[in-house]
């Protein structure tokens, strides 16, 4: 399944980061990936110069390399995410 690039996948995929209690800021830099994370102070900053596609690829793909505790999470946050998982994020 390919993820849809709307305002309304971004909002899930924020809303996920959230629960899964990362602090999301959106900033100016360069990122290759259009995002940096920083581990320690679980922090994802995302680049806010970049496009909505590549803002959903770089969440996207942040989370399905990341270990998550599901028990954070609703159902249908366990639901998008395990589709997330499923799906190949091309960049």
Excluded at 36 to 44: F, N, P, Q, T, Y
Aim: hydrophobic share 35%; charged share 30%.
């Amino acid at each position: 399944m390919a993820l849809s690039y709307t305002q309304h996948t971004l909002d899930k995929l924020e809303a996920l980061i959230k629960t899964l209690g990362f602090k999301l800021r959106y900033e100016k830099g360069n990122f290759k990936t259009g995002s940096c994370v920083l581990e320690k102070d679980r922090i994802v900053i995302v680049n806010k110069f970049s496009n909505l596609e590549s803002k959903i690829n770089s969440l996207a793909d942040l989370l399905q390399r990341s270990e998550t505790d599901e028990n954070l999470l609703d159902e249908k946050q366990k639901a998008f995410l395990y589709i997330l998982k499923q799906t190949k994020i091309e960049f």
